[in-house]
């Protein structure tokens, strides 16, 4: 499989991808104005969309909240796997270690 010194940078890797898509899926939670770009069904539609009809409006606020608590809910599902996959790594890593 994988040498102590991979196996160790794949460790410190996922560590990283933990902290990162917490802190993320924490921002997503939040609502986050600067991440409104970055909701799927967002992407290339005009924010001055809202003022074309201001019965549009609370529809499509509903569902940008949705997206919102998605991508977090997504974050923190990818953040939860690089978390198995660190300790999977840490295994590993200690099993190298008593072979020799």
Same mark, same amino acid.
């Given at each position: 499989?994988?040498?102590?010194?991979?196996?160790?940078?794949?460790?410190l890797?996922?560590?990283?991808?933990?902290?990162?898509?917490t802190?993320v899926?924490?921002?997503?939670?939040n609502?986050?104005?600067?991440?409104?770009?970055d909701?799927? +069904?967002? %992407?290339?539609?005009r924010? +001055?969309?809202?003022y074309?009809s201001?019965? %549009?409006w609370?529809? =499509?606020?509903?569902? #940008? %909240?949705k997206?919102y %608590?998605?991508? +977090?809910?997504n974050?923190? #599902?990818? +953040?939860a796997?690089?978390?198995v #996959?660190?300790?999977f790594?840490?295994f =590993?890593?200690g099993?190298l =270690?008593? =072979?020799g």
């Open positions: 499989m994988c040498g102590p010194k991979f196996t160790c940078f794949i460790f890797i996922s560590i990283w991808g933990v902290c990162f898509l802190i899926g924490g921002l997503f939670y609502n986050s104005v600067g991440l409104l770009e909701l799927p +069904a967002e %992407k290339g539609k924010l +001055a969309y809202q074309d201001d019965e %549009k609370p529809g =499509r606020s509903d569902n #940008i %909240k997206l %608590k998605q991508n +977090a809910y974050a923190w #599902i990818a +953040a796997a690089h978390l #996959i660190s300790v790594c840490l =590993r890593l099993c =270690r008593l =072979r």
